[in-house]
């Protein structure tokens, strides 16, 4: 993918753009309790954890496809719905990569790391910051 206008010498890390901190659930929370969060928090994902391990993540899609689509439970619990593996990236990655990355892989959300531990989430909103700032517009 190469069609995004790019600058010479990317300087901005993803770190630069990503949204902290870092809202998660246990993989047991339900299905209702987690879009109950995700609302008064106005967020469009949290990382799901097992054992205090970030494992996976589920987001506004999942509760359209799987829930809506699928017609699942709200009492059922977000394992049942959320996406795995997590997609990460270093927060000192360039955030071009990282956008490619979110192209290539049609997804919305990636979690960032720094020294394998997860730090930030870096969603679709995020990289529009970068663009913006790119033509040197103001949001």
């Known amino acids: 993918m190469s069609a995004l206008p790019q600058p010479e010498n990317p300087k901005e890390k993803v770190g630069d753009f990503m949204t902290t901190p870092v809202k998660s659930v246990d993989v047991n929370t339900t299905i209702q309790e987690a879009a109950g969060q995700m609302d008064s928090k106005n967020i469009s994902a949290l990382i799901t954890t097992e054992n205090g391990k970030h494992i996976g993540i589920v987001t506004e899609r999942d509760f359209t496809r799987k829930v809506v689509g699928e017609g699942r439970s709200p009492s059922d619990p977000v394992s049942t ?14 955030i071009f990569e990282a956008v490619e990355f979110m192209t290539d892989n049609n997804t919305r959300h990636i979690t960032v790391t720094d020294n394998n531990e997860v730090v930030g989430i870096l969603t679709i909103k995020n990289t529009f910051s970068y663009y913006m700032k790119l033509f040197g517009l103001e949001l």
């Open 81 to 94: 719905i959320m996406s795995t593996p997590l997609y990460t990236m270093d927060t000192n990655q360039h």
